[in-house]
Nanobody
Framework: QVQLVESGGGLVQAGGSLRLSCVVS????????MDWFRQAPGKEREFVAS????????YYANSVKGRFTISRDNAKNTVYLQMNSLKAEDTAVYYC???????????????WGQGTQVTVSS
């Protein structure tokens, strides 16, 4: 059974930074496309970023491009989301997700974590 466990969320002031981590177990990590999604109160879940199996390809939502960086360490079965220049509108529950298929905007990942809260105060 694939398990994804996020950590690193918290409260930060606008303009600050946070780094989220997600540890994966139960499946060969290097064979998974890894994603981050988020869901703000009263809004639908939205895509944030994705990284390919080997880390050579990354994809970002326009709203976070230039501020967030997704990366992975296959030796540690971990994916990261470095979030800089945070804004109040980045406040959301952030979810790590995984799928064995290559990234596509139409794919809903098979595996999901429980989420970690990020709150940005203005």
């Amino acid at each position: 059974q694939v398990q994804l466990v996020e950590s690193g969320g918290g409260l930060v002031q606008a303009g600050g930074s946070l780094r989220l981590s997600c540890v994966v177990s139960g499946r060969t990590f290097s064979g998974l496309t890894m994603d981050w999604f988020r869901q703000a109160p009263g809004k639908e879940r939205e895509f944030v970023a994705s990284i390919s199996w080997g880390g050579s390809s990354t994809y970002y939502a326009n709203s976070v491009k230039g501020r967030f960086t997704i990366s992975r360490d296959n030796a540690k079965n971990t994916v990261y989301l470095q979030m800089n220049s945070l804004k109040a509108e980045d406040t959301a529950v952030y979810y790590c997700a995984a799928d064995p298929r290559r990234y596509s905007a139409s794919i809903i990942p098979n595996y999901w974590g429980q989420g970690t809260q990020v709150t940005v105060s203005s």
